[in-house]
């Protein structure tokens, strides 16, 4: 098992930033990579960026390149992703999850998830 927690959701003014922190504990050496999704209202929940635990590896979904940022800290078993130049469509509940055996986009792939955290941007 592996247990996932979000931190650093809130409300901010749209071209504001925020960092949004996920916590790992549980059996995370058997992770193979971390990902955050995101879901608003009505809408199906989407692939925002992905991290391979070793090596580091990222992708991200078209919509938020060169905008966000996802890195880790191994020794505190935490990823990250750093917003910056937030829009109001980006307004979503953000989760992280973790594979364990894939890199990927689809949520469906991801075997373990968190509680989600609030984004909500403001025009």
Same mark, same amino acid.
């Given at each position: 098992?592996?247990? /996932?927690?979000?931190?650093? &959701? ?7 930033? /925020?960092? /949004?922190?996920?916590?790992?504990? &549980? ?38 390149? &060169?905008?966000? $940022?996802?890195?880790? %800290? +191994?020794?505190? +078993?935490?990823? @990250? /992703?750093?917003? %910056? ?9 953000? @989760? ?9 986009? %689809? ?12 984004? $909500?941007?403001?025009?």
């Amino acid at each position: 098992q592996v247990q /996932l927690v979000e931190f650093g &959701g809130g409300l901010v003014q749209a071209g504001g930033s /925020l960092r /949004l922190s996920c916590a790992a504990s &549980g059996r995370t050496f058997s992770s193979y990579a971390m990902g955050w999704f995101r879901q608003a209202p009505g809408k199906e929940r989407e692939f925002v960026a992905a991290i391979k635990w070793s090596g580091g590896s990222t992708y991200y979904a078209d919509p938020v390149k &060169g905008r966000f $940022t996802i890195s880790k %800290n +191994n020794a505190k +078993n935490t990823v @990250y /992703l750093q917003m %910056n130049i937030l829009k109001p469509e980006d307004t979503a509940v953000y @989760y992280c999850a973790a594979d364990l055996s894939r890199f990927g986009v %689809n949520s469906i792939e991801y075997d373990y998830w968190g509680q989600g955290t609030q984004v $909500t941007v403001s025009s």
